[in-house]
């Protein structure tokens, strides 16, 4: 969630004490002394809310409010005076302020009301992203979740194999959302107006395999969790694709088929002519930062289900999402968003049991990971990434037990 407040006010001293308030309740203040320093902040994209004087030299207050919802009539402007009488609050109120309040204000006040303001902004901007999203025509946008580099990449990679017709190996974790990926490559392709054929590989027949490329004719069959293919089946799954399939095939693993090939349980050949073109998903571990993003629209997801309104999520529950390990990928996270939207008790409390101290390291340990995989396991790259001296870094990865190169690819 964002914690920017563009504080704008012409008095120095007012300034700098309004911004200390701020950054002392954990929130970023970004000061600017009159309206054309502040214009420039304002945005569409501004991820945070206003607060400024109405009292200025030049163009005051009220000009910065016409201004910024000139911008974005959704942004949260909240107006300070020293001279507030009721006329002026009806006034600003009229001008569509977001809340109004008389100088000196209590720090309490003002930070009640920068609190509502902040959680409006965040979801107004969250409800923007999800809806570009839903109305693209881009199915990876559509239906692949997630803000972090590595979801950009996944994004970007799952666009660029569908584009080929070649066979795709999907690999990631359980519950990392194999088959969705399987999904979204085939509704990417030139076969997307084909059909779009699944089922498990155990007990999967020679026989079977060959009906079901008949079935998906001129579109893609997917085989989940490929590693569990009968032996003779693999055999005439390859003599299959070596011949001609008809049809796309798309193979999904949360197996190392390339460990299970040198431990002679699977077909060699079948492994490199599935393996033409490959799909990782990274795990949640590898991307924290994407866990609130996913759990509001789980939320949201599981309230439509429910028949019930979303309820509210708190920043202290995200962080304390933020510091599990999530085992589990996403397929965890979404029962998680379901117990949580019918009030049942977590299946685990661990997170929350722990002190402030415990979260804080969880959660950076969760992001030192998540900088590795961005960086292939380069520890290098990775501290500078996060801006620390190396010596800091690498003591970090001694004190959480993360060896860099389980993150390279």
Known sequence: MTRKVLLVDDDAAVRDALAQTLELNDLEAVTAASFVVAKDHITRQFDGVIVSDIRMPGRDGFHLLEYAHGVDEELPVILLTGEGDIPMAVRAMAFGAFGFLEKPCAAADLLAVLKRAIKTRALVLENRRLKVQLESGDPAARMLFGTSPQSDDLRAKVRSVAATGAEVLVTGAPGSGVSKIAEVVHLMSPLAQGPFVKRPSAGLSAEGFDELCSAGAGGSVFIDEVSALPETTQYAVLDRLERGAGTRVIAGSTANLAALVEAGSFNAGLFYRLDVMRVRIPSLSERPEDIPVL????????????????????????????AQDWPGNTR??????????????????????????????????????????????????????????????????????????????
């Open 295 to 322: 759990y509001r629209h789980y939320v949201a997801q599981a309230a439509e289900q429910a028949g019930i309104a979303p309820p509210d999520i708190s920043p202290e529950h995200l962080a304390a999402l933020m």
């Open 332 to 409: 965890s996270l979404m029962s998680a968003a379901m117990r949580f939207v019918l009030g049942m008790p977590e299946e685990t409390a661990e997170a929350a049991e722990l002190g402030l101290a415990e979260q804080l390291a969880q959660v950076e340990r969760s992001l030192l990971i998540a900088a590795l995989g961005r960086q292939n396991g380069r520890a290098a790259a990775a501290a500078q990434a996060l801006k620390l001296p190396r010596k800091t870094f690498y003591d970090k990865l001694t004190r959480y037990g993360i060896r860099p190169e389980d993150y390279r690819r």
